[in-house]
């Protein structure tokens, strides 16, 4: 790998952690103040207070209105969810994850192969080969400024810190192996220095995070495997991940040959899941994946299947980010999941967010409002959507909402830095087209190195456009 090279595993974790600019108002904000609370406590079903189309519960939701600005039209056709059953309301709490789990995944994963100690503990030999490729690297020094784009001050910077891992390097010279056999792995966590070569761990800085890495073989090719606890007010992490060796290993290596198609890489997920004993899980639709950036793409090419905890008959929903940062009991924890990739339909990475377990139960049957009110209050929420949170181009938009998923979403707890609600929630989701100035159909164009349109489609986007808490009625930001 070379020192200008950004892990692709890297680039994917920094693209699931995007995230949307919330509304600046919101209808009623989800706060912890224990209004929640005091729902929870109804014993009867809330009477609906929107009136009734006909006699008999609509089977279809429908209509038309504009956003405040005036440049989205919302066409509303929503089918009316089935009746759930039961719905628990939970108490979970961040889950730092064991030596034992971490070797019940990696059994899920590898097998019965043998997983071994991951290192980068360099022997005598490569560490002679890394000194004298950092002494070539710094020794140019019209090289190293070109290579930085002419700042002096990077570059001497950068030629400072190789100076310090050289150092480094001749002291782990001394007590460095001819060769290294390989060590099973201990099932123990540690700093993230002692899986660090001794210069990359001359620059090491504590920040509180304990790993456990190993490595394993998968088909025939090497894999890494990580998990990493952290408990902070800042951030908190639980979480695991197994990809392939990067420095040896390419996309196209994991993907010759026949591969599976959509409905074995799900049903792959769920098998892997169920052997790791770590709950109940279920695959989530792909359009609510894609809408909400947690699953989906070409079945045939990159292709996420995105797992969520089940709880009787209800399915924890899929989103990855803490609550808005202005919320006054902010949350600094994700929901959790699982993540498959999948290459051409064959396994490619694997990542477990946001460990959690529960707790308590603080409702086994939650008193639910009907879905009338819960729809009155996600059209004022729709209202107020605007055109640069739906699309990045067009002067106007319609959005058709045909979907309303019943989840459970994790929300803030009164009073309380470490656990969370899983709350349920009604998620509403549709399809954005963008339009121009004229009315016609705004077009996504590519453009190739001579700036001509190699390309262009329609600007259209699948979108989420409220989540409704399903027992008090105020708007969850995600």
Not at 29 to 35: E, L, M, N
Not at 115 to 138: G, H, N, P, W
Not at 236 to 245: M, S
Request: glycine letters at 6%.
């Amino acid at each position: 790998m070379t020192r200008k090279t950004v892990s692709f595993i890297l680039a994917l974790a920094l693209l699931l952690c995007g995230c949307q600019k919330t509304p600046d108002k919101a209808v009623v904000a989800s706060k912890a103040d224990g209004a929640f609370e005091a729902a929870l406590e109804r014993t009867e079903p809330p009477t609906a207070t929107a009136e009734p189309q006909t006699a008999d519960p609509p089977e279809i939701y429908a209509d038309s209105f504009q956003n405040a600005a005036g440049d989205i039209t919302v066409d509303l056709a929503v089918p009316e969810p089935a009746d759930p059953g039961p719905v628990p309301v939970l108490q979970v709490r961040p889950m730092e994850l064991t030596g034992g789990q971490a070797q019940s995944i990696a059994a899920a994963l590898f097998g019965d192969g043998p997983v071994y100690e991951y290192s980068e503990r360099m022997t005598k030999a490569e560490i002679e080969q890394t000194i004298l490729e950092d002494r070539q690297f710094i020794a140019d020094w019209d090289g190293m400024l070109a290579y930085y784009g002419g700042n002096e001050q990077t570059a001497r910077r950068v030629k400072e810190d190789f100076e310090g891992r050289i150092a480094a390097l001749e002291d782990a010279y001394q007590t460095a192996p001819e060769g290294e056999e390989p060590v099973p792995c201990a099932w123990e966590f540690h700093s993230e220095d002692y899986y660090m070569s001794p210069d990359m761990a001359s620059l090491f800085q504590d920040e509180g995070r304990r790993v456990l890495k190993a490595s394993a073989t998968l088909d025939g090719l090497p894999w890494i495997f990580s998990v990493c606890n952290r408990d902070g007010e800042d951030y908190r992490v639980h979480n695991a991940a197994a990809y392939p060796d990067e420095r040896v290993v390419s996309p196209e290596d994991v993907s010759a040959g026949p591969g599976m198609d959509e409905r074995a890489m799900q049903a792959f997920a769920l098998e892997t899941a169920a052997k790791m004993g770590l709950g109940d899980w279920a695959v989530v639709p792909d359009p609510i994946a894609s809408v909400t950036g947690m699953g989906g793409g070409d079945p045939e090419d990159w292709y996420m299947v995105t797992l969520t905890r089940t709880y009787g008959t209800v399915q924890a929903a899929p989103f990855f980010d803490a609550p808005a940062t202005d919320e006054q009991y902010a949350a600094v924890y994700g929901a959790e999941n699982m993540q498959f990739q999948f290459k051409s339909g064959h396994f490619y990475s694997f990542w477990y967010d946001a460990a959690a377990r529960t707790v308590d139960t603080a409702a086994s049957n939650a008193p639910l409002l009907p879905f009338a009110d819960v729809l009155d209050r996600a059209k004022e929420q729709m209202k107020m959507v605007t055109m640069d949170r739906l699309l990045y181009t067009g002067a106007t938009a319609r959005v058709a909402v045909n979907r309303a998923e019943l989840g459970l979403v994790c929300v803030p707890m009164q009073d309380n830095a470490t656990d969370f609600y899983l709350v349920p929630a009604y998620i509403f989701c549709g399809t954005a087209a963008a339009y121009d100035a004229d009315g016609a159909p705004a077009k996504v164009r590519w453009m190739d190195n001579e700036g001509n349109v190699a390309s262009e489609q329609p600007a259209e986007s699948t979108v989420l456009l409220a989540i409704v808490n399903a027992v008090d009625g105020t708007v969850i930001h995600t």
